[in-house]
Each structure stands twice: as C-alpha cells, then as structure tokens.
C-alpha cells in the first residue's frame, strides 16, 4: 500500500501550496447575494480544509523539517497560528448565519490564514525544498496523503455534500466522485492489508468579508 501512495501523491510541499490555494479559491467564490444554503456550505469546507490540513502539519510535516535539521522563526510559530485558526473556527461555527459575528469571525480567519500562507510559502517550503532530498519530499507527501484520508473519512459525507453545493455542476460532480472513490480505495486497501484506523484588512462594519490576497489586494464579501 506505501506503493500506491507514493505513486498518487503529491509532494508534501505541493501538497501544502495545494491546500493553501484550495482554501483561497473558496473565500474567493463568496460574492455579494451568495445564497445562505451556499455560504454556508462554503465556510463549512473552508473550516474542514484548514482543520485537517493544520494537522497533517503538525503531526508529519514539522516534526520532519525539525529531524532534519531545520528552525526558523516562522517555523516555531507555525503551530500558535494554526491554534489561532482553530479558535476562530470555534467562533465561526457558533455564530449564528451570516450575522455581523460569523462575518468578522471569518474576516479575522482568513487574515490570519494570508498571513500564516505567506511565510509558509516564502519560507518554510523553499527551505524545506532546499534542504530536503525529492524522494523525502515525496515520502513525506505519501504519509499525509494517507493521514489526510484517515483524518476526512468521518467527516466525508459532509465534505462531499459541501462541495457539491459550492461548486459549479461539472467541478462538484467531479470532486465528489473523487473523494468516494478514494474513501472506497482507502477502506479496501486497508481491509486488504489488516490495518485498523489512526487516525487581510478585517472590517467589522457592516456584513462584510474581507481577506488580503498574496499581492496585497484586499477582498471583500458584502451582502
């Protein structure tokens, strides 16, 4: 099975620019009379991407970049923005519905995410990619990869039905049927093997989101 995985992977640091631009693309689908049912099936994919891609970080990629060697400033804060993050996730989900309090939750999100984006593909992954060997790289790729897929698997039905609601028709119906497909590779991997499971400019006037893209221009959601 590392086989398959070190076949389908991608880098571990491809992997994260992936992610990062994931999480942007989806703040960027959230425009002025988004539908409530879209929204919040955008902000729920938004928490979800951050949730499990900090913890692939934490658990796998740090811990790599500090056994070879590696420290950095960005890197020791790494882990007090993702608990950052986490709290503001919190905030998110208990707000109620596009109110004044969920609009600045996700504005204070998504600058802090921009912020923790920047250093991290500024300077933790051209370190990481200076330092460390591509077959390292795509070994480190093949373990989150299959982390990532223990880490979603209770929570794939929702992400499924999220995407299929914040995405165009075709681009959902594909993300759907890829991530089914490899829920049902996963599991029948594992059965086949005998492995058990391991696992921005903020505004808070107004019903607004905000977020800096990497060229410092500011993006804005308004009601």
Same mark, same amino acid.
């Given at each position: 099975? %590392?086989?398959?995985? *070190? +076949?389908?992977?991608? +880098?571990?640091? &491809?992997?994260?620019?992936?992610? $990062?631009?994931?999480?942007?693309?989806?703040?960027?689908?959230?425009?002025?009379?988004?539908?409530? +049912?879209? &929204?919040?099936?955008?902000? &729920?994919?938004?928490? *979800?991407?951050?949730?499990?891609?900090?913890?692939? /970080?934490? /658990?796998?990629?740090?811990?790599?970049? &500090?056994?070879?060697?590696?420290?950095?400033?960005?890197?020791?804060?790494?882990?007090?923005? $993702?608990? /950052?993050? !986490?709290?503001?996730?919190?905030?998110? !989900?208990?707000?109620? /519905?596009?109110?004044?309090?969920?609009?600045?939750?996700? %504005?204070?999100?998504? *600058?802090?995410?921009?912020? $923790?984006?920047a250093d991290e593909e500024t300077k933790l992954l051209p370190m990481a990619e200076q330092q460390m060997a591509p077959e390292v790289l795509a070994d480190l790729g093949a373990r989150m990869t299959r982390r990532r897929m223990e880490i979603a698997k209770p929570r794939a039905t929702e992400m499924a039905v999220d995407m299929a609601v914040g995405a165009p028709m075709k681009t959902a119906a594909v993300a759907v049927g890829t991530l089914f497909a490899g829920a049902l590779l996963f599991n029948k991997l594992r059965r086949g093997n005998g492995h058990g499971t391991s696992a921005s400019d903020t505004t808070s006037g107004g019903r607004r989101y905000a977020g800096t893209g990497s060229s410092g221009t500011e993006r804005r959601y308004g009601h």
């Open positions: 099975m %590392n086989q398959f995985f *070190n +076949t389908v992977s991608p +880098t571990a640091t &491809r992997m994260i620019r992936m992610d $990062h631009a994931y999480v942007m693309a989806q703040f960027h689908k959230l425009e002025p009379g988004t539908q409530h +049912t879209v &929204r919040a099936a955008i902000v &729920r994919s938004i928490c *979800n991407a951050l949730e499990i891609h900090a913890q692939l /970080e934490e /658990e796998i990629f740090y811990p790599a970049l &500090r056994s070879a060697g590696m420290s950095s400033p960005e890197l020791e804060k790494s882990v007090p923005e $993702h608990d /950052e993050m !986490r709290s503001l996730i919190d905030q998110l !989900r208990s707000a109620e /519905e596009a109110s004044d309090e969920q609009c600045e939750a996700l %504005n204070k999100l998504m *600058n802090a995410v921009m912020h $923790h984006v």
